[in-house]
């Protein structure tokens, strides 16, 4: 299937140009009727009712015309590509490259070379090599605007979520201030629930933001005394270790309505001569079917930890969701919410084929108190 985003163009063709594929059709494929799925009564994300808690996380939605062809095609909760306080150019040409995994990218096998080419196959496996491009606010949040006004109401009710990053530079003090101003001018935009992204991996920094908790938890606080009441979604990397992560969950829970998890795993990409697959990105994220395990496994980890600590965060589970049994197994897992990015970009009917999938069992059993804590 012709996917939404066209590898073999720029980045900003794709933003100029698209939707591509089915997503730029005018005609949408039909939903099958609610009563078969047993979703859609009661199902919230962060707080906000919507249709159902599945969409497309920060990335493949360049900008409002994806974000409203996402909606039309029954993804109902839709993040818009990740935003800066400034205007940010993209990484060079070419952004995403197929990623032959043969499996799961496990640790083991991510320290090792992974052939990447213009050969897309399934189970499908890419690399997104942006660097988090951004347009400047006065032109991303108009555009934001139009993306939170697509959403449907009512019966068909769906959410945007603008999904906002801190850019370095000028010192630590900088760094922290850029992340509130972020949450402020998406805040500015309408979106009724904002995501901060700790765990971008192409930027070319030794550590992802998400592994220093003090520093996380610093920025946080911030960002909550700056949006108030607005549900704050924090999208994670996967953690290495247990400790780890129960300590990043421990001192961050207070102020977050969810973790999503997991974005991209870096690995080393090479041609088939050896060569960088990617000139002077040596290194680069991969996601798909090769990173589902992962995923899952932060899933469970993170309900795990929800119980144990007697939390009630929401889990968005990310990474390798391609098919309906994908949804179903994060469901299985613990997961809230489910969101594909490579997946839904070559298969735009995705939500489509799980609305009408038969005997979708309910959302899974919450095993955290009732009671949230105070935010
Ligand atoms: C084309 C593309 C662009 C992405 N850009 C972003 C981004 O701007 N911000 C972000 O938090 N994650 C970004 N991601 C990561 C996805 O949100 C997601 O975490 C990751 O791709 C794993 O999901 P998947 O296996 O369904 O692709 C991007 C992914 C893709 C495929």
């Known amino acids: 299937m012709e996917p939404s985003y066209d590898p073999a163009l720029t980045y900003e063709q794709n933003y100029a140009d698209g939707p591509f594929g089915a997503f730029a059709d005018s005609v949408v494929p039909a939903q099958a009727p609610r009563a078969t799925t047993g979703e859609g009564d009661g199902a919230s994300f962060a707080g906000v ?20 062809a996402a909606f039309a095609h029954g993804f109902d909760v839709c993040v818009y590509k990740t935003v800066r306080t400034r205007a940010h150019p993209c990484n060079p040409f070419p952004n995403v490259l ?9 640790p083991e096998r991510a320290r090792r070379p992974l052939l990447a080419d213009d050969r897309f196959e399934e189970p499908i496996s890419i690399s997104n090599s942006f660097g988090v491009p951004s347009r400047d606010p006065d032109v991303w949040q108009p555009d934001m605007a139009a993306a939170v006004a697509a959403a449907g109401t009512g019966g068909t009710a769906q959410v945007l979520v603008g999904s906002f990053q801190g850019t370095r530079g000028g010192g630590d003090a900088a760094f922290e201030a850029d992340h509130v101003f ?20 192409n930027e070319g920094v030794a550590a992802l933001l998400c592994f220093d908790t003090a520093r ?29 992560l129960r300590e990043f969950v421990t001192a961050t829970a207070p102020f977050v309505a969810g ?48 119980s144990r600590l007697e939390l009630s965060y929401e889990i968005v589970g990310v990474g390798g969701v391609t098919a309906v049994s994908d949804v179903l197994a994060y469901r299985e897992a613990g997961a809230d919410a489910v969101m ?36």
């Open 98 to 106: 197929a990623v032959h995994v043969y499996g799961d990218l496990t």
């Open 182 to 201: 972020a949450a402020r001018l998406v805040a500015e935009t309408g979106a009724r629930v904002l995501e901060v992204n700790l765990s971008c991996p």
């Open 340 to 375: 594909s990015a490579t997946g839904a970009m070559w298969n735009p009917h995705l939500a489509a084929d799980l609305r009408a999938a038969p005997g979708r069992p309910a959302r899974a059993h919450r095993a955290g108190v009732e009671t949230p804590p105070a935010r």
């Open 49 to 68: 009712p919507v249709r159902s808690a599945f969409g497309i996380p920060a990335g493949p939605l360049l900008n409002s015309r994806y974000v409203a």
């Open 259 to 306: 973790y999503a998890a997991i974005n991209t795993i870096p690995a080393t990409l090479i041609d088939a001569t050896g060569a960088p697959a990617l000139p002077g990105r040596e290194v680069s994220g991969v996601c798909g079917a090769a990173i589902r395990w992962a995923g899952l496994e932060m899933t469970r980890r993170l309900a795990a930890l929800r």
């Open 216 to 244: 996380v938890q610093r920025i946080l606080g911030a960002i909550k005394d700056e949006i108030g009441d607005l549900p704050l979604v924090v999208k994670l990397a996967r953690f290495p270790d247990d400790a780890g």
